[in-house]
T-cell receptor, first 113, second 110 residues
């Protein structure tokens, strides 16, 4: 099992460009999450999904959109990138509610210039 | 709003000693609290989960306590090793989501 994988690993964008980050999990988990991690700020939840076809906002959703068309995939989109979105992005999945552990991907380092 | 506090300063200890990390939270009552380990450049890895009705949970050299009155969790690593050096994150939970603390870096010297 690959667990949770993220594509790409690194990306540099210019302000105003768009991109999509892909998260895939092969554990048949219902819940999936997107976080960003910035120095001094810790991990902050952007959006999450409690099942195929569902999405919900987290703590810092502005400037991001997500989709969960297939159970195994969770996409994070940046429509018009801003320098404030420079961060490391982590995807995670979980079998269910917060009574279960989360499994994290390796992260995507995004720089917006 | 919910607030989670972990020691921002690194904890330096000698190999073989017990490391104790603190997590304090305010303005909510989590049913669960999770601890994760994060190495530089990697995603967090789950270590332990403790429920609100459990006072203590152990796994090998790790022990977690959960005091809902004090709104505090303590994370202990006994007989610490240099390989235990990492950042440790606590995450009190809501129903569907976790809120992560900023983490405490642990440095274990030989």
């Amino acid at each position: 099992n690959a667990g949770v994988t993220q594509t790409p690993k690194f990306r540099v964008l210019k302000t105003g460009q768009s991109m999509t980050l892909l998260c895939a999990q092969d554990m048949n988990h219902e819940y999936m999450y997107w976080y960003r991690q910035d120095p001094g700020m810790g991990l902050r939840l952007i959006h999450y999904s409690v099942g195929e076809g569902t999405t919900a906002k987290g703590e810092v959703p502005d400037g991001y959109n997500v989709s969960r068309l297939k159970k195994q995939n969770f996409l994070l989109g940046l429509e018009s990138a801003a320098p404030s979105q420079t961060s490391v992005y982590f995807c995670a999945s979980s079998p269910g509610t917060s009574a279960y552990e989360q499994y994290f991907g390796p992260g995507t380092r995004l720089t917006v210039t | 709003s919910q607030k989670i506090e972990q020691n921002s300063e690194a904890l330096n200890i000698q190999e073989g000693k017990t490391a104790t990390l603190t997590c304090n939270y305010t303005n909510y009552s989590p049913a669960y609290l999770q601890w994760y380990r994060q190495d530089p450049g990697r995603g967090p890895v789950f270590l332990l989960l403790i429920r609100e009705n459990e006072k203590e949970k152990r796994k090998e050299r790790l022990k977690v306590t959960f005091d809902t009155t004090l709104k505090q969790s303590l994370f202990h690593i006994t007989a610490s090793q240099p390989a235990d050096s990492a950042t440790y994150l606590c995450a009190p939970s809501g129903y569907s989501t976790l809120t992560f603390g900023k983490g405490t870096m642990l440095l274990v010297s030989p």
